[in-house]
Nanobody, 126 residues
Framework: QVQLVESGGGSVQAGGSLRLSCAVS????????MGWFRQAPGKEREGVAV???????YYDDSVKGRFTVSQDNAKNTLYLQMDSLKPEDTAMYYC????????????????????WGQGTQVTVSS
């Protein structure tokens, strides 16, 4: 049974940090594109960061230099270190997985992803 379970969300003040985790069971993340997405109220779900085991990464321009995506294949877990948080980072954060089929380009859109977690809320106050 496939499960993606996010944790680490919470409420912080602007400038603070949070580290999100996504524990995966049912498949091995090393064979998948692993991504973090977020959705704020009234907005579409958007890609935040994506990673593949060979080191390819993608960051949305809004989080470059502040967020770091990583994965621990031994623990089958995805992480998102979020520093210098801003109020506009407030959203529900989801982890997602897409099977790797040899693509060169990093898949950025949420529709490409097959498996999803339930999300963890991040709230940043000014």
């Amino acid at each position: 049974q496939v499960q993606l379970v996010e944790s680490g969300g919470g409420s912080v003040q602007a400038g603070g940090s949070l580290r999100l985790s996504c524990a995966v069971s049912g498949f091995t993340i090393s064979g998948y594109w692993m991504g973090w997405f977020r959705q704020a109220p009234g907005k579409e779900r958007e890609g935040v960061a994506v990673i593949y085991r060979d080191g390819r990464k993608y960051y949305d321009d809004s989080v470059k230099g502040r967020f770091t995506v990583s994965q621990d294949n031994a623990k089958n877990t995805l992480y998102l270190q979020m520093d210098s948080l801003k109020p506009e980072d407030t959203a529900m954060y989801y982890c997602a997985a897409k099977p790797y089929y040899g693509e060169y380009n990093v898949p950025r859109g949420p529709n490409a992803y097959r498996y999803w977690g339930q999300g963890t809320q991040v709230t940043v106050s000014s």
